[in-house]
């Protein structure tokens, strides 16, 4: 990393002017070319998904901790209407996604990989879908501090759209001297397309967004990162960049290898540089953001328009008419479903996410939130049942393709065998669990799997240290505490023989000893007497 | 609605260990007849005993284990074993030396350790060592490539007498060893350059060809075409291949600038003997090899210069087996020396 460190992020941008020029791009390690199973949903219109009669809000849709409901069951709200607020800084808003009453603030299901229920806001709607407008709209953020930018991407609740949910106004506070904002269109994972319909249909916005970012975060420049088979996409950016005439973005065409759209792979690609294992990227002067996210952040801040809705693709073998759908957050997937022109017989499996990373949903009752980028409908010949793993025959194809550097055979090898110590020795830590190793494992080995059950190993031992050290803090502190009173007894005792065998060669001494005793007899009494008229009155 | 839960990754491996192995039998199909060409069918007859053999420890092994038999034949590594065990033996060999190589590689150096996956060395080569210390006579004793074609031998055995040796251990009536047998081109090179012959002299006679010697040299092409198969199948990557190669050609060329006279060229050391059997097939057994990139370059190198040295200074005429045991227990070492820097931690 070291030989490709240093010119890369100054590079990208030499060319001025409004022209794109394709760039020298790096390799992340490993990877694997899947195919992209997109070419039903995004050859089809973005299309919108009407009211539902209910929205489920949970209050957590984002990473952080959850947000607290300011709305009280039985208040009318209105779309965009703050409903629930952050808690703590790492913490995003919940608003309203249409008008209507609040029904209830109670525990439901909600899309998680642990099928858990969690507190969520339900709204009955009206149908009139009213418009709360609380928020004044911005169109001269340029005269804007950065502050107060960030401050409205904060009110609005946004959050990283391309999945994992981070709050925006928390990524935006990484300070200043960054080197690069880095839009990320690279949606590399199986069946997700939203991106590229986003980017086909509202390059405009997510530009605009591009320049508040940049604003936001006074920097200079900024590149869009889209895969290179995604060419309609490219070009309708290109079209706005350059009738904008914004000589400070860039559109760079990335090679379709997945794991390409994680964070530290594009990094790697753009600009050779590696993002430090414990670290992030503002760290070596970076900064992503998902092209959705850039695309709210515009409305939020030139409409005045809150994080309500997001586009979704639904996909896959079990649903009748697959696309992209812009939708109202809190409708339930069986809305989407519908929208999409129902099931066909072959749905089997329902995922919220891509076919490598997404996690199984139990029904299609729960809502879409803000990091719900993609619906999968699949059948039973789209995601096979696993074959009976066979054992470990140390090809190394795992290594092979391990995007992070890892070696996945090694570190199968030590959680089977429950050592920890090893686990994180082979950097466990490091592994971003995106299921490449499983993919090309002759063996069949659910290796993801393991790492992920190793990881809840390793943070509960952890756990279990952590306050198996507070309570050997305590024995000791107690230990010392009672070794010390003792000491200081010991002490006493020895004083006080020591001067009854000075006074007992001294009668004047002796007799002073014995009165001073009976002062402090008397004085007690005395005492003893007060507090008992005390206790009495 | 309801769904059925399924964990993630959901896209399926294209490959399995039966197709590795699979892959790995089909790539020795054009050596193997190769090899019946040159040497008669004694390698076909050695390839069934021990797939015999072997297969049946392996079931056996395994139901003493009580794991589930059929599924782990199939995965068709104790086939590979057997095949590459054949590819080492004398064509032709009785029947009960090649159970007992085949009966060792499976039950001892695969099964005890825990059966696939799990043996520290490999299987074919433990068995072929066992062989080569306990029987060195027949062991030793070569056919001359295509019989007495080339008047390198009096006398040659047709398919079915050879099926009868297999069987018996004995030669038709009348003929003997003598009339029959000839040097391997290693062996005999060996001998030769021990009685002060120069090189040059020795490849001029009628076993040597233009690369290595009639017969060895041109299976050994047909086993670089299988490797290079497996390569562009991606069962094997470069790096083994390469560093067995790079092993023996380095230092090979090394001696051969120095003293042309009693060191044969790298291009006799690749072509003769085991080199690319073991570059391309036994070395990269995966279970017994090291793992990272640069692992691998070691192991391989590690391999091809002790073959050349047991070559040039051992009491064996090939050292392929040797080297590859040497090797595999330096695995974990080099496992341990060689960790790939991982994304993001300094190197």
Redesign the interface.
């Known amino acids: 990393?070291?030989e490709a460190s240093e010119p890369d992020g100054n590079r990208i941008h030499q060319g001025s002017g409004t022209k794109v020029s394709q760039p020298r791009l790096w390799h992340?390690?490993g990877g694997l070319k899947?195919d992209a199973r997109t070419a039903r949903a995004a050859a089809e219109p973005l299309a919108t998904v009407p009211v539902p009669p209910r929205l489920i809000l949970p209050l957590t849709q984002h990473v952080g901790q959850p947000a607290e409901a300011i709305v009280a069951v039985g208040e009318r709200v209105l779309k965009g209407q703050p409903i629930a607020r952050p808690s703590g800084y790492i913490a995003a808003k919940v608003h309203a996604t249409s008008s209507g009453t609040i029904v209830a603030i109670t525990d439901h299901p909600v899309p998680h990989p642990s099928g858990l229920s969690a507190p969520c806001i339900v709204i009955e709607t009206d149908g009139q879908d009213e418009r709360w407008d609380g928020y004044e709209p911005l169109p001269h953020y340029g005269e804007l501090s950065a502050n107060e930018l960030r401050a409205r991407v904060r009110a609005a609740g946004v959050v990283g759209l391309g999945g994992a949910a981070f709050p925006t106004a928390v990524k935006l506070g990484a300070g200043s001297g960054m080197k690069l904002l880095i839009l990320n269109g690279a949606e590399c994972e199986?069946y997700i397309c939203c991106d590229e319909v986003l980017l086909r249909e509202r390059a405009g916005e997510v530009v605009t967004g591009a320049q508040v970012l940049m604003r936001a975060l006074e920097i200079f420049r900024c590149c869009v990162a889209i895969e290179e088979d995604k060419v309609l996409a490219r070009r309708a950016l290109e079209k706005v960049i350059e009738s904008a005439g914004e000589s400070r973005i860039e559109v760079i065409s990335v090679p379709a290898i997945y794991p390409e759209g994680g964070e530290?792979q594009l990094i790697?690609v753009l600009t050779g540089e590696?993002?430090?294992?414990r670290?992030v990227p503002p760290d070596i002067g970076y900064l992503c953001q998902n092209v959705g996210t850039a695309a709210a952040v515009a409305r939020a801040v030139l409409y005045g328009e809150p994080l309500v809705s997001r586009i979704v693709t639904v996909t896959g073998d079990g649903v009748a008419r697959p696309r992209n759908l812009e939708v109202r957050l809190g409708t339930p997937i069986?809305a989407l479903v519908e929208a999409c022109g129902g099931?066909t017989d072959q749905?089997?499996?329902?995922?919220m996410?891509g076919?490598?990373?997404?996690?199984?949903?139990?029904?299609?009752s729960l809502p879409v939130i803000k990091g719900t980028n993609c619906i999968v409908v699949?059948s039973r010949e789209?995601?096979?049942p696993?074959?009976?793993s066979?054992?470990?025959?140390?090809?190394?194809?795992c290594?092979?393709v391990c995007?992070?550097?890892?070696?996945p055979?090694?570190l199968y090898w030590h959680a089977r065998s429950g050592e920890l110590d090893q686990l994180e020795e082979?950097?466990l830590f490091?592994c971003i669990?995106?299921?490449?190793c499983?993919?090309?494992?002759?063996?069949?080995l659910?290796l993801?799997?393991y790492f992920r059950y190793a990881k809840t190993e390793l943070w509960s031992r952890d756990r279990d240290r952590a306050r198996a050290d507070v309570a050997r803090d305590r024995f000791e502190a107690r230990r010392g505490r009672l070794e010390a009173e003792q000491e200081v007894r010991r002490r006493r005792l020895e004083e006080k023989t020591r001067a009854a065998e000075r006074a007992r060669g001294d009668e004047g001494a002796r007799k002073a000893m014995i009165d001073e005793a009976l002062e402090r007899v008397q004085a007690r009494r005395d005492q003893d007497g007060r507090d008992g008229t005390d206790s009495e009155r | 609605m309801k769904f059925a839960p399924t964990v993630p990754p959901h896209i399926r491996p294209a490959t399995s260990v039966t197709r590795v192995m699979g892959e790995v039998l089909l790539a020795l199909v054009p050596a193997t007849l190769a090899w019946v060409w040159y040497f008669g069918p004694g390698i076909l007859y050695n390839m069934a005993v021990a797939a015999a053999v072997a297969l049946a420890c392996e079931a056996g092994a395994i139901a003493l284990r009580r794991r589930p038999v059929v599924p782990q034949l199939l995965d068709l590594s104790a086939l590979v074993t057997a095949v590459l065990l054949a590819f080492c033996l004398p064509p032709l060999t009785p029947w009960w030396i090649t159970a007992t190589g085949a009966a060792f590689a499976i039950l001892f150096a695969k099964q005890l350790y825990g059966g696939l996956g799990y043996n520290p060395f490999n299987p074919a080569m433990a068995g072929y060592v066992v062989l080569l210390i306990s029987f060195p006579e027949p062991m030793t004793r070569w056919l001359p490539p295509l019989g007495d074609a080339l008047g390198l031998a009096s006398a040659s055995l047709d398919p079915w007498q050879s099926l009868r040796f297999t069987l018996t251990g004995l030669l038709p009536e009348g003929m003997s060893w003598d009339a029959i047998s000839g040097a391997t081109p290693l062996d005999d090179l060996r001998t030769q350059l021990s009685v002060a012959r120069t090189v040059e002299e020795v490849r001029a006679g009628i076993l040597y060809g233009s690369l290595g010697a009639h017969g060895w040299e041109w299976t050994s092409n047909w086993i670089a075409l299988g490797g290079l198969y497996l390569l562009w199948r991606k069962i094997i990557r470069w790096q083994i291949p390469a560093a067995v190669i790079l092993g023996v050609c380095i230092p090979a060329t090394f001696f051969w600038l120095v003293d042309p006279g009693t060191h044969p060229p790298p291009t006799f050391h690749l072509f003769s003997g085991a080199t690319l059997l073991c570059a391309f097939f036994i070395a990269t057994d995966p279970v017994s090899a090291a793992t990272s990139r640069s692992g691998r370059l070691v192991y391989g190198f590690g391999i091809g210069l002790l073959i050349f040295v047991i070559r040039g200074w051992g009491g064996y005429p090939d050292g392929v087996a040797f080297a590859v045991l040497l090797m595999n227990m330096a695995v974990p070492a080099i496992d341990h020396f060689t960790r790939p820097r991982t994304y993001g931690h300094a190197g």
């Open positions: 990393m070291a992340f390690h899947l199986p530290r790697k590696e993002v430090p294992a670290g069986a099931y749905a089997a499996h329902l995922l996410g076919a490598m990373m997404g996690f199984p949903l139990p029904d299609d699949a789209e995601i096979r696993r074959t009976p066979m054992p470990c025959i140390r090809c190394g194809e290594a092979e995007p992070a550097q890892l070696l055979q090694q082979y950097h490091d669990e995106c299921g490449s499983d993919v090309a494992c002759p063996s069949q659910p993801t799997q």
